[in-house]
């Protein structure tokens, strides 16, 4: 139970429908302003208040440190964009805390995610996109293996985001009109930046913006405070839009392009997992490489442990640190973590 209108709706259907429910929230404080989720812990101990039933807090600070915030920064200070939410998912709420579940006593764990499980002959027990196609999580989830999945329930899989906040008023709960949060739980206004800067003391030096020819455009504050694909916040005037094409750590150096140049067809993936791992040929189906991406036709080959996508149309911004995820039509059947960009211009990698 987060606090928030989804989970508290999760647990109001599981105990309408007979479940013998009871709620557990994550907390942590962190060595850093503002940095700690004390507030959706005490919304969620009135919702558990409201439904009648038990309710435990679990300290995760020090995992959350050790699992996911040290890889958030060692990401990005090697030049890559991180999704923590996605390791998380795999190492701490369905890993750690899930455990926890188990241990004590639950036979399932649930949460408030928008996704379906289903079966098939072909990928077992797979994850699925839930009705609401706006609110899907499923691309969160991928690197959940059978076995947790089968101890899993998620109840708002086939409800909207509007259903389930009616559900909320309906349930009379505490936390209705509470509004969405996007942000990282641990990124206060969502400022990683600052966060690099004062909780994990990075020493981020100012280097070279440049051209894809190589010339001086200007200085950056320091490679790690952007991204693939990014145009906002360059603080250089080129009379023409610019895009991040490249970040290339090493030299300390940005490279500022046209918005095609910021496109590539062909990367490579490591650290795979799911259903059609390891892959015995080539295989064609739609890959994510971001949350608010539209999911493309690319082919997979097998490159030793890793795997080579290949797009069918050049797409934007595919980032190395985010997640590639691979659907067939709307089940999730693999995924891993973007590696290397190969752009056809010049057959070089970020």
């Known amino acids: 139970m987060s606090g928030g209108v989804d989970s508290s709706v999760c647990a109001a259907l599981l105990q309408k429908k007979g479940y013998d429910v009871f709620g557990m929230t994550?907390?942590?404080?962190?060595?850093?302003?503002?940095?700690?989720?004390?507030?959706?812990?005490?919304?969620?101990?009135?919702v558990a208040k409201r439904l009648g039933i038990p309710h435990e807090v679990i300290d995760i600070s020090r995992v959350l440190r050790e699992k996911v915030i040290k890889d958030f920064c060692r990401q990005y200070l090697s030049g890559n964009t991180p999704n923590p939410c996605v390791?998380?998912?795999?190492?701490?709420?369905?890993?750690?805390?899930?455990?926890?579940?188990?241990?004590?006593?639950?036979?399932?764990?649930?949460?408030?995610?928008?996704?379906?499980?289903?079966?098939?002959?072909?990928?077992?027990?797979?994850?699925?996109?839930?009705?609401?196609?706006?609110?899907?999580?499923?691309?969160?989830?991928?690197?959940?293996?059978?076995?947790?999945?089968?101890?899993?329930?998620?109840?708002?899989?086939?409800?909207t985001k509007g259903q389930v906040r009616k559900l909320a008023f309906d349930f009379r709960l505490p936390v209705a009109d509470k509004p969405d949060s996007q942000e990282i739980c641990f990124l206060p206004q969502s400022d990683y930046r600052e966060f690099l800067k004062k909780y994990a003391h990075a020493k981020v030096d100012p280097g070279r913006v440049i051209d894809a020819r190589g010339n001086v455009l200007g200085e950056h504050q320091g490679a790690a405070f952007y991204t693939i694909g990014q145009r906002g916040g360059l603080g250089i005037a080129l009379g023409h839009p610019a895009y991040v094409t490249r970040i290339?750590?090493?030299?300390?150096?940005?490279?500022?392009?046209?918005?095609?140049?910021?496109?590539?067809?062909?990367?490579?993936?490591?650290?795979?997992?799911?259903?059609?791992?390891?892959?015995?040929?080539?295989?064609?189906?739609?890959?994510?490489?971001?949350?608010?991406?539209?999911?493309?036709?690319?082919?997979?080959?097998?490159?030793?442990?890793?795997?080579?996508?290949?797009?069918?149309?050049?797409?934007?911004?595919?980032?190395?640190?985010?997640?590639?995820?691979?659907?067939?039509?709307?089940?999730?059947?693999?995924?891993?973590?973007?590696?290397?960009?190969?752009?056809?211009?010049?057959?070089k990698n970020v």
């Open 26 to 46: 994550m907390y942590f404080k962190l060595a850093y302003p503002s940095s700690g989720n004390a507030k959706t812990v005490a919304d969620a101990k009135n």
């Open 87 to 159: 390791r998380c998912n795999e190492l701490i709420k369905f890993g750690v805390f899930f455990d926890q579940a188990r241990a004590e006593g639950a036979d399932y764990l649930s949460t408030g995610h928008y996704a379906l499980l289903t079966r098939s002959a072909r990928y077992g027990l797979a994850l699925k996109k839930a009705k609401d196609l706006k609110k899907d999580q499923s691309y969160f989830l991928y690197r959940l293996p059978q076995d947790v999945l089968s101890r899993l329930i998620f109840p708002l899989g086939n409800y």
């Open 248 to 347: 290339d750590y090493r030299r300390n150096t940005i490279t500022l392009g046209a918005q095609e140049a910021a496109c590539s067809r062909e990367f490579l993936i490591k650290d795979i997992c799911g259903p059609v791992v390891p892959l015995k040929k080539k295989i064609a189906l739609k890959v994510k490489i971001r949350y608010n991406h539209k999911e493309m036709p690319a082919e997979l080959t097998a490159a030793g442990k890793k795997i080579k996508a290949v797009f069918t149309i050049p797409q934007f911004a595919v980032t190395p640190g985010q997640s590639a995820v691979f659907y067939d039509k709307d089940t999730v059947v693999g995924g891993g973590i973007i590696e290397k960009v190969f752009y056809s211009h010049d057959e």
